[in-house]
């Protein structure tokens, strides 16, 4: 099955280390959930590419057709789908996202 909202998709989560499909920008989230994801993405200082869903209606419902996970914000690092908001709550206040990141080698370059 060839699907061009899924190979955009798989390609977008290929050439970026962190990808997060929002709700706005990451300067405008237009939901609260979006906006919990880009703080806690902000706070670990992680560079990442965003995607707004809002602007394109084949990747808002492409991209839960995916992950077969049915809210955004969706986090991927890696190519990896790790969750939604909730999930990267949780495993922010764990010390798990940060764990994650400097497992996988995205950790930022300390100022020191």
């Known amino acids: 099955m060839s699907d061009p ?13 962190i990808v997060l499909y929002m709700k706005g920008t ?4 237009m939901c609260g959930f979006s906006a919990g994801a880009i703080q806690v993405l902000s706070h670990l200082g992680v560079k990442f590419q965003s995607y707004n869903v809002l602007e394109d209606q084949d990747l808002r419902e492409g991209i839960k057709t995916f ?14 789908f ?5 999930i990267m709550k949780e495993m922010f206040e764990a ?16 100022n020191g």
Not at 82 to 86: E, Q, R, V
């Open 26 to 29: 990451p300067v405008f989230p």
């Open 82 to 86: 790790i969750g939604g908001f909730d």
């Open 95 to 110: 010390g798990e996202m940060q764990a994650m990141m400097t497992e996988k080698g995205l950790a930022p370059a300390s």
């Open 67 to 80: 992950s077969n996970w049915p809210t955004i914000p969706q986090l991927y690092v890696k190519g990896e």
């Open 5 to 17: 909202t899924q190979e955009r998709i798989q390609q977008q989560i290929s050439e970026d280390d």
